[in-house]
């Protein structure tokens, strides 16, 4: 699990490793529909944040993220995450894996 560090009453550090982005997909593919919409938002979006700059706030997709954090960061100012590259390039694949899938259970979007 990640350890979370409180820095002051305002401010979070989030060290996470490569068994954290493991234990996520994990977890994901437990449950694909209810996280669906994390894991389309998580496998569309990252290739634009290079995939390590990803924000999990930046698109409403923290629900799994603070599942593994057994907090909600949003209570304070701020955070930072301290994380390798692996944790995020693990974490895309395993999204990619199960994409397919939860794609299918989300609602169809309307083209322009």
């Known amino acids: 699990m990640a350890h979370v560090e409180t820095l002051n009453p305002t401010t979070l550090r989030i060290h996470v490793t490569l068994q954290d982005a493991v234990d996520m ?4 593919a437990r449950d694909v529909r ?3 919409h994390d894991i389309v938002t998580i496998y569309e979006k990252m290739p634009m944040f290079d995939f390590i700059h ?3 706030y930046a698109y409403d997709s923290a629900r799994l993220f603070e599942r593994q954090l057994g907090i ?3 209570q304070y100012q701020s955070f930072s995450l301290d994380a390798p590259d692996a944790f995020f390039y693990t974490l895309y694949g395993g999204m990619a894996a199960l994409y ?4 299918s259970t989300l609602p169809a979007t ?3």
Do not use: D, I
Request: charged content about 15%.
């Open 110 to 112: 309307p083209g322009p």
């Open 72 to 74: 909600n960061p949003r």
């Open 34 to 36: 209810g996280y669906a």
């Open 100 to 103: 397919p899938q939860a794609k």
């Open 25 to 28: 997909v994990t977890e994901a």
């Open 54 to 56: 990803f924000c999990f």
